[in-house]
């Protein structure tokens, strides 16, 4: 279990941590074994709150909702902000506390499994920093609702096996929200914009220097910290994207795929088919025999 922090529940918080035998029988679950939760909660507007861990046996992830506080981890102070995400691997020593003016609003989970670790490198958190801003999110808030609601089930193992679950989509959700807005060395990629653009221009081409100039970094740096976080490189992402909209204009439409082609910018339909194969392994042809079985 869990150190807690002790601090004294004020109106409305809420603090439940999951009980060894049950933990013992998440652990063992092939639904809960490779991720689970070993406590929740919700602090608002928590003055006075603190912790320091000089160890720490399993990960916590807070979701900062309101107000202010800060983290020192990793050998630095982080401010911590309304739509901030703090992440606190296994093993990590920490100190964090909210604000005394204007206290931040915390929900919490901690969590473990024999795949915790894979959904903790998954969340692509940049080097040197335990804090990523990603913005406010209603859905993560229903989220920690969701797992909240374990607390009035009398121990039922298949709640905690669905808070499993709802854990392991959430982080996966993180995951994409994380690497949206990244802060890496004072500057924000904005993806959603930068995709955005591309989502815009599948109809033609798109040069390299407008997509940089978008986000306000040179072209090497631009391609280097697109493909960081992304996993490809811009232009192979425009491509995909180009791909993705190829396939729903090849399901939606008897259309030729000469004019698919055409939609997407390419005069040359022989060398859009070969294209259209590189990314999906199947030409345009064989992919819409595939849709229709």
């Not at 901030?84 to 691997?89: M, Y």
């Not at 506390?97 to 958190?125: E, Y």
């Not at 729903?248 to 439409?253: F, G, H, V």
């Amino acid at each position: 279990m869990p150190i807690s922090s002790g601090w004294p529940l004020q109106k409305g918080a809420i603090r439940f941590f999951v009980p060894h035998f049950v933990a013992h029988h998440l652990a063992q679950h092939p639904l809960s074994r490779e991720l689970y939760i070993n406590g929740v909660g919700f602090y608002p507007q928590a003055r006075h709150h603190s912790m320091t861990r000089a160890e720490h046996e399993d990960n916590l992830l807070l979701y900062c909702s309101g107000g202010h506080g800060e983290v020192q981890a990793l050998g630095q102070r982080f401010a911590v902000t309304r739509g901030d995400l703090v992440l606190l691997p296994q093993g990590l020593p920490h100190q964090y506390a909210a604000a005394d003016q204007d206290p931040w609003s915390i929900h919490w989970v901690h969590f473990t499994g024999s795949q915790a670790s894979a959904f903790v490198d998954h969340l692509a958190f940049p080097m040197g920093t335990c804090v990523v801003p990603v913005g406010p999110h209603p859905k993560l808030i229903a989220d920690f609702d969701a797992l909240l609601s374990v607390r009035k089930t009398g121990y039922r193992l298949n709640a905690f096996i669905h808070a499993s679950q709802v854990l392991k989509q959430s982080l996966t959700y993180l995951a994409m929200l994380s690497t949206s807005r990244v802060r890496q060395t004072g500057h924000f990629l904005d993806l959603d914009a930068i995709q955005a653009v591309m989502e815009e221009n599948l109809h033609g081409e798109l040069e390299l220097d407008s997509l940089a100039a978008i986000a306000h970094l040179s072209k090497y740096h631009f391609c280097k910290r697109y493909k960081a976080l992304t996993g490809y490189s811009p232009i192979q992402h425009f491509i995909h994207l180009k791909i993705e909209r190829a396939c729903y204009l090849l399901d939606l439409s008897p259309e030729p795929v000469s004019a698919v082609a055409n939609a997407l910018g390419y005069d040359d339909a022989h060398y859009f088919s070969r294209l259209f194969r590189k990314v999906t392994g199947v030409s345009p042809q064989q992919y819409r025999r595939l849709e229709r079985g």
